[in-house]
């Protein structure tokens, strides 16, 4: 048997798998088993900070506000949209109701599911007239794209060639 101290470091390596008497189980990559995670930590090895919040995340609730109205926008469900990332159900219920912290990967998992940049689905166009404008060119066609691109190129004024600063000589 560990010591409490020796079974808490290693519980930072903890795998789920069932005892010889069919208990739920851990197991370290030493081979060592344990019938249960310290307190205050969870599988992953973690604060119980990270992970699930008992309250929603004020931008974590934003950005999943963002993304439920995305997918509905696409007459996308939830179901379907679990098809396409591989990410729970339950999980994506969490990300939209903001009680999970959000990192890149799934993120980006979620945009390229629904045809979308994950910078797109962080803009707030609400908040933002650039914003606004970014999420409207974002739903345009490739063609409607060009025209704006030719028509911002050709009202812009052409920048100036940087001249040298006084002081300095040219070769």
Known sequence: ?????????????????????????????????????????????????MGRRHEPDPFALKLGHRIRDLRLAQGMSLEHLRRKTGIVASHLSLIERGYVAINVGTLDRIARAL?????????????????????????????ELAQLREQVSASSPRPEKPRPSRGTRRT
């Open 1 to 49: 048997m560990q010591s409490e101290r020796a079974r808490s470091s290693s519980s930072l390596f903890l795998c789920s798998c069932r005892s010889s008497s069919g208990r739920r189980a851990s197991r370290t990559r030493s081979g060592a088993y344990f019938t249960s995670v310290p307190l205050g930590r969870h599988a992953g090895g973690g604060s119980p900070d």
């Open 115 to 143: 045809g979308l940049t994950p910078m797109f689905l962080v803009l707030f166009p609400e908040e933002s007239e650039l914003e606004a404008v970014v999420e409207q060119i974002g739903s345009m066609s490739a063609e």
